[in-house]
């Protein structure tokens, strides 16, 4: 068979196995148009029927997450993990709280994140974990509640050699805290089975910042690349949580200023370039909407609706809120305002037909599982670190986490290069991803 036709069965293979899972579906079918070169010139991976194995998770884990709110009423959420592959380390990645969770989600996280800690060089395997409950408008208390029941189950099946989950969207340290202390209680051990825990117990300098840190060094090494740099650059950032926030304080200490931020109900434009300081205290300290910020600045404006953000004149364009956020309406108004880069702070925030548009127009882009790589990247580095009982300083941990940006940025121009699709980086990304985690299934047997 040859190598399309081969992609093409095992893509029907997964329509036919995950109906209705859209999301993963666009997922693996990316992954797969990315392969047919490398399938071409190893034909081990298709005899060993490499790729209908990786489209299936090694395990998924689904269960009934009941709870009681402030006002004694009895909830019921759905929790998930997906272990997916543990061919080159113990199951790695987020736990996602958002009302939109449900398998087909889960699953495409899982898939990416699989690709993308390989690409960390460190040894993690992949797997993406969460719930439908939404933690908006809940009290302390109810989340704590909700984080505590989530692990009495999800402790079962986790492990600081086994599975070791962080947070995502609508988990940050503090669900991560609750969901430790409850995992101790039940565990009655002190381990490093979560990362993006508190520095007092356990946790590493620079995770907080490291997603958004991480994706504005590889855009900085691409920029040095071309002979430039973020100094003077405009840049525009979708979303106002822990990626989008890092990666404007980043930027700003480049010297590139931020003229637009989101959530999920519109977005600011602040031609004075963003206040971060006023940001971190609506979003981290006060958990309030991105609206409250013109209330504080006067001059800047907001507009209901986020997807209007992407008409912002920019050099820059960082999507770092959600999965297909940035569509093909967006990408043209970017190409037209003459935006030279799009680099993807989320997991799979541009739609396959906007991702085309941008590459066909030049636009240098940059997808998740290498740009938003820097998150799980520090993870892995607080395993190294709990491992060793030992905690690295600020500088330390920062300056792995910038070597590893660099180095993922060369692998996946290199491997864009070989493959002839020189400066594709998602098919770089794809193929570099993948051959370790091929080679090391092929390695190790039938698994
Ligand atoms: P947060 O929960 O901190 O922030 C999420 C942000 O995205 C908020 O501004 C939120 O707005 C917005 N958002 C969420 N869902 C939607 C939606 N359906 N439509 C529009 N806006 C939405 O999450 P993170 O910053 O951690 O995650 C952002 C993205 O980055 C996700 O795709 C995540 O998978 C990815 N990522 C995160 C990493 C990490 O280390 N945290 C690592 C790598 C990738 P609102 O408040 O209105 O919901
Ligand atoms: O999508 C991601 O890479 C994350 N949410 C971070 C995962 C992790 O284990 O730190």
Known sequence: MSSKKTIESVYELVLKRNPGETEFHQAVREVLDS????????????????????????????????????????????????????????????????????????????????????????????????????????????????????????????????????????????????????????????????????????????????TGYGLVYIVDELLKEKGQSFDGKTVVVSGSGNVAIYATEKVQQLGGKVVAMSDSNGYIYDAQGINLATVKQIKEVERKRIKEYTTIHKSAKYTEGCNGIWNVKCDIALPSATQNELDAAGAKALIKNGCVCVAEGANMPTTPDAAELLIENKVAFLPGKAANAGGVAVSGLEMAQNSQRYAWTFERADAELKNIMVNIYKNISQASEKYGAKGNYIVGANIAGFVKVADSMLNQGLV
């Not at 690409?119 to 408008?137: H, N």
């Not at 704590?144 to 600081?160: A, D, N, W, Y």
């Not at 340290?173 to 039940?186: A, D, L, P």
């Open 35 to 210: 392969l047919v070169p490398v399938l071409e010139e190893n034909p081990q991976y298709v005899d060993g029927r490499i790729l209908e194995r990786i489209v299936e998770p090694e395990r998924v884990l689904m269960f009934r997450v009941p709870w009681l709110d402030d006002s004694g009423k009895v909830q019921v959420n759905r929790g998930f993990r997906v272990e997916f592959n543990s061919a080159i380390g113990p199951y790695k990645g987020g736990l996602r709280f958002h009302p939109s969770v449900y398998l087909g989600i889960i699953k495409f996280l899982g898939f990416e994140q699989v690709f993308k800690n390989s690409l960390t060089g460190l040894m993690m395997g992949g797997g993406k974990g969460g719930s439908d409950f939404d933690p908006k408008g809940k009290s302390d208390n109810e989340v704590m509640k909700f984080c505590q029941s989530f692990m009495t189950e999800l402790c079962k099946h986790i492990g600081p050699d086994t599975d070791v989950p962080a947070g995502d969207i609508g988990v940050g340290g503090r669900e991560i805290g609750f969901m430790f202390g409850q995992y101790k209680r039940i565990r009655n051990e002190f381990t490093g089975v979560l990362t993006g825990k508190g520095l007092n117990w356990g946790g590493s300098l620079v995770r907080t910042e490291a």
